[in-house]
T-cell receptor, first 110, second 113 residues
């Protein structure tokens, strides 16, 4: 079946550190891939997406590349800020439904 | 921001009572979804709708029912609430464009005592 696995948190980094949150997926065919972010007390917001192999999604300094050969969609940012503290969800889209990973909580220390 | 509202935003109720949560959109999107979010489980799909009066079950549908009589409204009902249904409930909407990302409402925090 379709599934998403992402690294467990929490992840704690100092401000300006490099961030990687790993995400791998299992799916038939060619799903679209997403990263969502959830700030405290809010709903999920789309952070970035990629719809086909080798696409790179980017937004707010975050990037992720759709790697079909490794079935991965790792999230990266070169220099994190305190305001990036949130929960990040990797997800894929199949058959008009989105399947989410369990989320990774990120803490950025000033 | 996508025009999605949820009501109520917070509710405390007792075991055995019926509860209805409302999701309202102003985007005229075809697809609407109800999820619950629990620690350690991420988001799990309860029910979804692909049009007026067209609904289907998600992975955790037991104990929940839904209705969609208008494009803009999607109701989630707990016929007889149980403590295991204490959760944060999110509504989402989406279009049929390629990529099909979902836009989420602000959530409803439900506590069943």
């Amino acid at each position: 079946g379709n599934s998403v696995t992402q690294m467990e948190g929490p992840v704690t980094l100092s401000e300006e550190a490099f961030l990687t949150i790993n995400c791998t997926y299992t799916a038939t065919g060619y799903p679209s891939l997403f990263w969502y972010v959830q700030y405290p007390g809010e709903g999920l917001q789309l952070l970035l997406k990629a719809t086909k192999a080798d696409d790179k999604g980017s937004n707010k300094g975050f990037e992720a590349t759709y790697r079909k050969e490794t079935t991965s969609f790792h999230l990266e940012k070169g220099s994190v800020q305190v305001s990036d503290s949130a929960v990040y969800f990797c997800a894929l889209n199949r058959d008009d439904k989105i399947i989410f990973g369990k989320g990774t909580r990120l803490h950025i220390l000033p | 921001d996508a025009g999605i509202t949820q009501s109520p935003r917070h509710k405390v109720t007792e075991t055995g009572t019926p509860v209805t949560l409302r999701c309202h959109q102003t985007e005229n999107h075809r697809y609407m979804y109800w999820y619950r979010q629990d620690p350690g489980h991420g988001l799990r799909l309860i029910h979804y709708s692909y049009g007026v009066k067209d609904t289907d079950k998600g992975e955790v549908s037991d104990g929940y029912s839904v209705s969609r009589s208008k494009t803009e409204d999607f109701l989630l009902t707990l016929e007889s609430a149980t403590s295991s249904q204490t959760s944060v409930y999110f509504c989402a909407i989406s279009t049929e464009i390629i990529g099909n990302e979902q836009f989420f409402g602000p959530g409803t925090r439900l506590t069943v005592l």
